[in-house]
Nanobody, 119 residues
Framework: QVQLVESGGGLVQPGGSLRLSCAAS????????MGWYRQAPGKQRELVAV???????NYADSVKGRFTISRDNANNTVWLQMNSLKPEDTAVYYC?????????????WGQGTQVTVSS
């Protein structure tokens, strides 16, 4: 069973930066995308950024220009560089890897890492 291990969360002041990392415990084939979601207290989980294996990336409007997703395909690792952090970025951030074989998909999720933006 594949496990996604996240790291890099923590407490940061507004305007600061954090870099989240997510590494798979073993090689994953048929990756459709690797991405990050977040869930704030009392809110639904939302997409933050996704990196498709074809090369394109998508970002939530709220993080465009501040967050950057990158990945290492050889090692099944994905990062999220977060700059100019705001209090509203406070949430638990989850790594997600979706595989796709023909029309069937399957998702792997990390355990989540807390990001708190506060002065």
């Amino acid at each position: 069973q594949v496990q996604l291990v996240e790291s890099g969360g923590g407490l940061v002041q507004p305007g600061g930066s954090l870099r989240l990392s997510c590494a798979a415990s073993k090689s994953i084939s048929s990756i459709y995308y690797m991405g990050w979601y977040r869930q704030a207290p009392g809110k639904q989980r939302e997409l933050v950024a996704v990196s498709f294996s074809g090369g394109t990336t998508n970002y939530a409007d709220s993080v465009k220009g501040r967050f950057t997703i990158s990945r290492d395909n050889a090692n099944n690792t994905v990062w999220l560089q977060m700059n100019s952090l705001k209090p509203e970025d406070t949430a638990v951030y989850y790594c997600n890897v979706r595989i796709k074989i023909f029309l069937a998909t399957n998702d792997y999720w990390g355990q989540g890492t807390q990001v708190t933006v506060s002065s």
